[in-house]
T-cell receptor, first 112, second 115 residues
Framework: ETGVTQSPTHLIKTRGQQVTLRCSSQSGHNTVSWYQQALGQGPQFIFQYYREEKNGRGNFPPRFSGLQFPNYSSELNVNALELDDSALYLC???????????FGSGTRLTVV | GQQLNQSPQSMFIQEGEDVSMNCTSSSIFNTWLWYKQDPGEGPVLLIALYKAGELTSNGRLTAQFGITRKDSFLNISASIPSDVGIYFCAGQLRGSGGSNYKLTFGKGTLLTVNP
């Protein structure tokens, strides 16, 4: 059983650019959540997808958007990058109704 | 965004000592989770609590779901060097029908264990 995999592991972008981060959920999981973790902080909820439908959104601007695919993998897109978007982006998968979330190792995004 | 109040912010202890950390919220949760995060990795689930007053153990780790549903604590007994890392609490308000929803995290407790 594979865990949650995220790509790329590290990324450097320029302010104003757009970025796409990818996540493959753990086998058997149909729910994917994205979190932003700034340095020295706990993860902050961005949004969640369940069976390709958005199932909740945190306090992030519309520049943050996402998709979930039929195989339950997911993408996080961020447009018009700002310096404050620099953070570790974590993907977590779960199976609706079961225990806990399995997190990936994250994508470290640096905006310069 | 909202973050839970987690304390202490950091701890420096000797190997073999016991550790206690706690987490409080201004709002109620029906699930409390404790995670550990190592450098360069995502959080790993340690313990999940689903019922007010529940006390659950996982090896040397023990966690309790506060009776008010607004707090939780985690104890680590007989600490070892590999316990080093950042510990996060997270609250969740599960919807009816078992739907999973967002986790609200604390800011973390950095644990350092001196051998």
């Amino acid at each position: 059983e594979t865990g949650v995999t995220q790509s790329p592991t590290h990324l450097i972008k320029t302010r104003g650019q757009q970025v796409t981060l990818r996540c493959s959920s753990q086998s058997g999981h149909n729910t994917v959540s994205w979190y932003q973790q700034a340095l020295g902080q706990g993860p902050q909820f961005i949004f969640q997808y369940y069976r390709e439908e958005k199932n909740g959104r945190g306090n992030f601007p519309p520049r943050f958007s996402g998709l979930q695919f039929p195989n339950y993998s997911s993408e996080l897109n961020v447009n018009a990058l700002e310096l404050d978007d620099s953070a570790l982006y974590l993907c977590a998968s779960s199976s609706r109704g079961l225990d806990g979330y399995t997190f990936g190792s994250g994508t470290r995004l640096t905006v310069v | 965004g909202q973050q839970l109040n987690q304390s202490p912010q950091s701890m420096f202890i000797q190997e073999g000592e016991d550790v206690s950390m706690n987490c409080t919220s201004s709002s109620i949760f029906n699930t409390w989770l404790w995670y550990k995060q190592d450098p360069g990795e995502g959080p790993v689930l340690l313990i999940a609590l689903y019922k007010a007053g529940e006390l659950t153990s996982n090896g040397r780790l023990t966690a309790q779901f506060g009776i008010t549903r607004k707090d939780s604590f985690l104890n680590i007994s007989a600490s070892i060097p590999s316990d080093v890392g950042i510990y996060f609490c997270a609250g969740q308000l599960r919807g009816s029908g078992g739907s999973n929803y967002k986790l609200t995290f604390g800011k973390g407790t950095l644990l350092t264990v001196n051998p």
